[in-house]
């Protein structure tokens, strides 16, 4: 039987509808997809300690499923309860940050006119009207706080629902996807699915160790700074951290806003820390936890970015980059797509040796593939 070979006008044609089909079917089936793409996430990490409650100490499917599903809520309950705890905390407060911006924007305003001999009143009036009406619309902030937290406790139940059944019947679904291809293709396809859910395991652990890293050196800062609420804001970092570029910009102006608030005179400081945490997180933390075999380049991340807040908003962010780290993986394994695979990455550097850290005599941290 002879292939069949189209027009290229054609195939183009079917591969802009095709995308613009998957992509209609993401944004309608946003609440399924969004926290079913993170149930997979967190069934790859917890797979291991799946297996390992079910071999060595012979748990049933169902006991070592749930026993992942406990651990797992564990750390989110904890997440929470500590967001919900400092948030109060600053809620309390919120009065008193508001009248420290005001009182902060005026001193600006008199140092300025002072030091440069500027005018700056009738600028500066507009400026504060603007961080008034911010500040003051509580009610508004109150209810996105609150829609946000529903939709959002609905987003983690529909994943830990998700989470149970991938983890139960994982075997059905390996082998469901195993059947898809012909029997002589089974060495190379079982090869490829191992090695992506290995690398995928050691993506998201390394992303989780990444978070705890930048959060504990931004805590440390900001409390050596002065600046209040600096576990919350470092905590905040290390989180919005799995978002490059924009993250660790968004919590820098979130950190210098607290600091200039508060009446601090470090906020300066505040903002040079954050570009050495940004500058040691890209060159020694990321390389040596995660790794270049996942790693998206600039332009690719920023257009992940946008599509995933166009589609599934906030979480869409988050789910952008390890979805994309995924199709890296599956197109540098599928015959025809390498390019594809290539493009997402970053520009190769041939005979370039990894990088190595020696802590102690014995212990030597080497920079991953």
Request: proline share 3%; net charge positive.
């Amino acid at each position: 039987m002879k292939d069949l070979k189209l027009p290229f006008v054609l195939r183009l044609a079917m591969v802009l509808i095709s995308i613009l089909a998957i992509g209609y079917l993401a944004k309608v089936g946003k609440g399924v997809l969004a926290p079913l793409f993170f149930s997979v996430l967190m069934a790859l990490l917890f797979l291991p300690f799946a297996n390992f409650l079910e071999r060595k100490l012979r748990f049933s499917r169902t006991i070592s499923t749930f026993s992942s599903l406990l651990m797992m809520l564990f750390f989110l309950t904890g997440l929470v309860y500590f967001f919900s705890t400092q948030l109060s905390d600053f809620a309390n407060d919120f009065p008193i940050l508001k009248a420290q911006v005001s009182k902060s924007f005026n001193e600006l305003q008199i140092w300025v006119s002072k030091n440069f001999h500027l005018n700056f009143n009738k600028q500066m009036s507009y400026i504060n009207q603007g961080i008034e009406k911010l500040l003051a619309s509580t009610a508004l902030i109150l209810g996105f706080t609150v829609s946000m937290f529903s939709s959002t406790m609905a987003f983690f139940l529909f994943s830990a629902l998700f989470f149970i059944f991938i983890l139960n019947y994982r075997r059905l679904l390996y082998q469901f996807i195993i059947s898809i291809f012909n029997d002589q293709h089974f060495e190379r396809v079982n090869e490829g699915i191992s090695e992506i859910q290995k690398i995928i395991k050691e993506y998201i652990s390394g992303l989780f160790i990444q978070i705890i890293i930048i959060s504990s050196l931004t805590s440390i800062l900001l409390s050596l700074l002065g600046v209040k609420y600096a576990i919350l804001l470092g905590v905040l970092t290390g989180l919005l951290n799995v978002i490059p570029y924009v993250g660790i910009i968004f919590s820098a102006l979130i950190a210098c806003l607290i600091s200039f608030a508060t009446g601090g005179t470090h906020t300066l400081f505040v903002l040079i820390g954050y570009g050495v945490i940004h500058a040691i997180d890209g060159n020694i933390i990321l390389p040596l936890v995660v790794g270049s075999k996942v790693k998206i380049n600039a332009l690719f991340t920023f257009i992940g970015l946008l599509i995933g807040e166009e589609l599934w908003g906030i979480a869409g962010m988050f789910l952008s980059i390890p979805f994309l780290a995924i199709l890296k993986i599956i197109f540098e394994r599928v015959e025809g797509l390498q390019p594809w695979g290539k493009v997402l990455g970053e520009e190769s550097k041939p005979h370039k040796p990894r990088k190595k850290y020696k802590i102690t005599k014995k212990i030597t941290l080497e920079e991953k593939e």
